[in-house]
């Protein structure tokens, strides 16, 4: 499967997958304990600091970011909709927020890295019967999962405009669809071959 994972190395590249992912769920969980839509504010600003100083290749990946504005928009005018226009906004924000964080996480993080690190946080499981080592690997999986979706979707995008001169939109989701079943099955067929082996 393809990656965001930038190949140019950036400073946050040197931080260890474990203290990126303790920051990360830090973070996450402390955007649910604020209320203030201002220190929100200040609290997004500094996740896009962040994934700004990580330079000019992981600005080109803030594409996959649109979308997620949009849904963001859409929170916020929804709630004002229905005259609670702060808890809209404050919601976006941490959505917002968490999503840039992980998106840098991403971008700066071999997969190996994260399924180690994974693997590491759930071995205790082990003790108690729990195959930590799977749960682990479908985490990971999952997340590779979410970030091959995009990349086969700007793919897909990018080959259309250069067809028709705009936007696929609605148009890629059955090729899309088409394509992560593939993968999809692929991956399947190379875990069922290694799970065979052990």
Request: charged share 15%; aromatic share 6%.
């Amino acid at each position: 499967m393809r990656s965001l994972y930038l190949d140019r190395r950036t400073w946050l590249h040197d931080v260890p997958a474990w203290i990126k992912l303790a920051v990360l769920s830090t973070f996450g969980t402390g955007l649910v304990l604020i209320a203030s839509p201002r220190l929100l504010s200040l609290t997004c600003a500094l996740a896009v600091a962040v994934f700004w100083s990580l330079g000019p290749q992981a600005w080109r990946r803030s594409r996959a970011m649109v979308g997620l504005a949009i849904a963001c928009s859409l929170i916020v005018g929804t709630h004002a909709l229905l005259g609670t226009p702060m808890l809209g906004l404050t919601s976006a924000l941490r959505i917002l927020t968490t999503a840039v964080l992980a998106l840098v996480l991403t971008l700066t993080t071999r997969f190996e890295d994260l399924l180690e690190t994974l693997e590491t946080v759930l071995r205790p499981l082990n003790h108690v019967g729990v195959p930590a080592e799977r749960i682990a690997l479908g985490l990971g999986l999952t997340l590779r999962f979410a970030e091959n979706f995009y990349v086969q979707w700007q793919r897909l995008d990018d080959a259309y405009v250069l067809r028709s001169g705009s936007h696929g939109g609605i148009c890629l989701l059955a090729p899309l669809a088409i394509r992560t079943l593939q993968t999809a099955e692929r991956v399947a067929d190379a875990l069922m071959a290694r799970l065979g082996r052990e």
